[in-house]
């Protein structure tokens, strides 16, 4: 298997712009997350998906944030106005649902807002 | 709420020296545990786990750890270090009722640098 895929790997945008980040789990998986990771907060669970439905979006910084997965192999993770205060590496993870499940995380997107 | 407190922020070695990096969590039911490592600029990777059994775990590139229940503690360890786990390194942890499903609570890392 390829692992969970995201892109871009690198966005640099200015501020205001909209910036859709995308991610393909791991074929199989029925849960995925996005996480943000910055040096200041450390990795942060923004929101989960079981079987492509939203159950924990209470991460998510605000309305400019929106996160969706139309089928169980793709989901985005969308702001819109985008601020430099986004600027950070985003991670898609994926995982089946057991509780002793691993999750594998994708390699990233790395968003710079100018 | 479940939290996981990893103490050491930074942790600088020598290569040969032996390791160990603390984690504690708040949940006294049924657990399950992870370590994860993140080098540079790379994303994370599993390390090792614990569901059950032994509580001695371990993992790859010689890593272990040590799941002690009494401590509410799982402490990562490996007896010389080398060069290469220079990294950042997350302490996980979840359980049948966080929040359903899959959901890890993460620690803040500790970042390890190992000088030759």
């Known amino acids: 298997d390829a692992g969970v895929i995201q892109s871009p790997r690198h966005e640099v945008t200015e501020m205001g712009q909209e910036v859709t980040l995308r991610c393909k789990p791991i074929?199989?998986?029925?849960?995925l997350f996005w996480y943000r990771q910055t040096m200041m907060r450390g990795l942060e669970l923004l929101i989960y998906?079981?079987?492509?439905?939203?159950?924990?979006d209470s991460g998510m910084p605000e309305d400019r944030f929106s996160a969706k997965m139309p089928n169980a192999s793709f989901s985005t993770l969308k702001i819109q106005p985008s601020e430099p205060r986004d600027s950070a590496v985003y991670f898609c993870?994926?995982?089946?649902?057991?509780?002793?499940?691993?999750?594998?995380f994708g390699p990233g997107t790395r968003l710079l807002v100018l | 709420a479940q939290s996981v407190s990893q103490h050491n922020h930074h942790v600088i070695l020598s290569e040969a020296a032996s390791l160990e990096l603390g984690c504690n969590y708040s949940y006294g039911g049924t657990v399950n545990l992870f370590w994860y490592v993140q080098y540079p600029g790379q994303h994370l990777q599993l390390l090792l786990k614990y569901f059950s059994g032994d509580p001695l775990v371990k993992g790859i590139k010689g890593f272990e750890a040590e799941f002690i229940k009494s401590k509410f503690s799982f402490n990562l360890r490996k007896p010389s270090v080398q060069w290469s786990d220079t990294a950042e390194y997350f302490c996980a942890v979840n359980n049948m009722f966080s929040g359903g499903y899959n959901k890890l609570i993460f620690g803040a890392g500790t970042r390890l640098a190992v000088h030759p």
């Open positions: 074929s199989g998986h029925n849960s």
């Open positions: 998906f079981n079987n492509n439905v939203p159950i924990d």
């Open positions: 993870a994926s995982s089946g649902d057991s509780s002793q499940e691993t999750q594998y």
